[in-house]
């Protein structure tokens, strides 16, 4: 799968440095008092990670980058009023609601699914508004499915997907070919329970491609998502931990775009049993 497209998208080398190096600005500013940033730093072992200093970095000129430093600009206000005692909740209700439409979320998408045949049955989790899922039906799988705890706006954008309500992928009966995870691990409530039901909802064989945020490629992403309601902070060396453990074998190597790492994983056809458990064949 040519992951390393996104970077293509994204300007390159030169301007995913230009998003880092923002990220890491911004994480420094919002440091001096922000609990959100204190938990992105503690889940990279206490390491505060290199402050670029000065003024603010150079801005990226591509158009996936610059709506990305924009989008982390628009946090500084909020997070000016939780070092006051408290950010406004309609405030961060506005911007997780730009957050779902943004193009570089939605570009990360396309490329993890730019391959995978049209009349493959997609799973969601914790679909959203459905910005995700419209994007996904018109490009043509018409076998998507969303589950969340609320989708009845999901379910008004995209009237034909199959929708569920659910808070756990535990709670379905579904088969998938692929599960698709973009910004989704940090607000699962279990992360591995959670990957395990995605598992078992796979068919053998099935596909997990993934776009997670790296907190030490993008701090104050990480960090603004547990503002917008993220439960976790998930450094990527414990999220494929997660991954390993509920049973998914990665295919490849990941591929870095800020403020994503991209990697596909396969739920193998056939289980593998350690020696102490071939009795069990």
Request: one cysteine or more; glycine letters at 8%; a neutral charge.
């Amino acid at each position: 799968m040519q992951l390393s497209r996104l970077r293509e998208l994204y300007g390159g080398r030169r301007e995913l440095q230009k998003a880092a190096l923002w990220n890491l600005w911004l994480a420094a500013k919002w440091g001096r008092s922000a609990r959100a940033v204190d938990r992105v730093w503690a889940a990279l072992g206490g390491r505060r990670l290199g402050n670029p200093g000065g003024g603010p970095p150079e801005r990226p000129v591509n158009a996936y980058m610059a709506e990305h430093v924009e989008f982390l600009e628009a946090f500084d206000g909020v997070f000016a009023q939780e070092a006051e005692g408290g950010a406004d909740r309609n405030s961060i209700e506005i911007l997780r609601a730009s957050w779902q439409l943004q193009s570089w979320r939605l570009a990360a998408a396309r490329s993890l699914v730019e391959e995978v045949p049209r009349d493959s049955a997609v799973l969601e989790p914790l679909a959203g508004d459905g910005a995700l899922g419209y994007q996904l039906v018109e490009e043509g799988f018409a076998k998507y499915v969303g589950y969340g705890p609320d989708v009845e706006l999901a379910s008004r954008v995209v009237p034909g997907a199959g929708w569920h309500k659910a808070l756990s992928a535990c709670d379905l009966r579904v088969s998938a070919d692929v599960v698709l995870l973009v910004d989704k691990a940090a607000w699962f409530v279990d992360v591995v329970k959670e990957l395990r039901c995605l598992a078992r909802a796979l068919k053998p064989g099935g596909l997990l491609l993934v776009a997670e945020p790296d907190p030490a490629l993008a701090p104050a992403y990480a960090a603004a998502l547990l503002l917008m309601g993220a439960l976790h902070v998930l450094p990527r060396e414990q999220l494929y931990k997660f991954l390993r453990a509920a049973g998914f074998v990665q295919m490849g190597r990941d591929v870095e775009a800020v403020p994503y790492v991209l990697s596909a994983w396969r739920k193998p056809a056939r289980l593998e049993l350690s020696p102490s458990d071939r009795w069990m064949e």
